[in-house]
C-alpha cells in the first residue's frame, strides 16, 4: 500500500537539474559515513557527461511517458507534504494551512537494460545473460537539503512504486544495484 504521506508523479524537463542538486546533495553525507569512494568528492554537476545524462534521461521518460515509444525508460519524482505553518483563518478559530509538495527524491527505471558499469562486472555475467522480462532501478536518490524529517520513507516508496510499475508492465524480475565499498554498510 502505498504511503499517503508522499505522492509520486513522471519527472517533467526541468525536474532534472532538481536530480543533479539532490545527487550533490548526498556527497556530503556520503563522506560523512565514510562511503566517499562511491561517488567521490567533486560534485557530480561538474562531472562531465552527469548532468547532460540526467538530462537526456529525463527526456527519454517524457517521451516514453507520453507516448509509449523511444527508450522504456521512466524517471520519477518523490514528494512529500511539507509542514503546514499555523494560521488564523477568518473566523479566528486558528486551523492548518495546507502545506506545499516539496520534492524528496527520485528514481529512474529501465525495462530490459542493464547500464555499462553493471554489464562489465565478470561476476554478474550469468546473471545478465539470463535476465529476461525484467525492470532495473538505475537511480533512487533522496535529496538531502531537506532534512531527514521531510525524505524519511522516501527511498523504501521508491522501491514499492517500482515493484508496482514492474508489476503493471508484466516484468517478473526487479533488478537493482548496490554500492559494495565502506565494509558493504550500505546493504545492511
Request: with cysteine; hydrophobic share 35%; charged share 25%.
Amino acid at each position: 500500500m502505498a504511503n499517503p504521506r508522499f505522492r509520486i508523479r513522471d519527472a517533467l524537463p526541468g525536474d532534472a537539474d532538481y536530480i543533479i542538486a539532490a545527487f550533490d546533495s548526498a556527497l556530503p553525507f556520503l563522506s560523512s559515513v565514510g562511503s566517499a569512494a562511491q561517488w567521490g568528492t567533486t560534485p557530480l554537476s561538474e562531472i562531465d557527461g552527469f548532468s547532460a545524462q540526467r538530462v537526456k534521461s529525463v527526456e527519454f521518460s517524457v517521451t516514453y511517458q507520453a507516448t509509449g515509444t523511444g527508450d522504456p525508460v521512466r524517471v520519477y519524482i518523490i514528494e512529500v507534504l511539507s509542514p503546514s505553518p499555523s494560521y488564523s483563518d477568518s473566523e479566528g478559530d486558528g486551523g492548518e494551512r495546507e502545506g506545499e509538495y516539496v520534492p524528496v527524491g527520485s528514481s529512474t527505471l529501465h525495462e530490459e537494460f542493464f547500464p555499462g558499469y553493471v554489464t562489465c562486472q565478470k561476476h554478474l555475467s550469468d546473471i545478465i545473460r539470463e535476465a529476461k522480462n525484467f525492470l532495473f532501478i538505475e537511480v533512487l536518490i533522496t535529496d538531502f537539503r531537506v532534512g531527514n524529517h521531510l525524505r524519511k520513507g522516501a527511498g523504501a516508496e521508491l522501491v514499492r512504486h517500482a515493484v508496482e510499475y514492474a508489476r503493471e508492465k508484466g516484468k517478473s524480475a526487479v533488478y537493482v544495484d548496490c554500492w559494495a565499498g565502506n565494509g558493504r554498510k550500505l546493504t545492511r
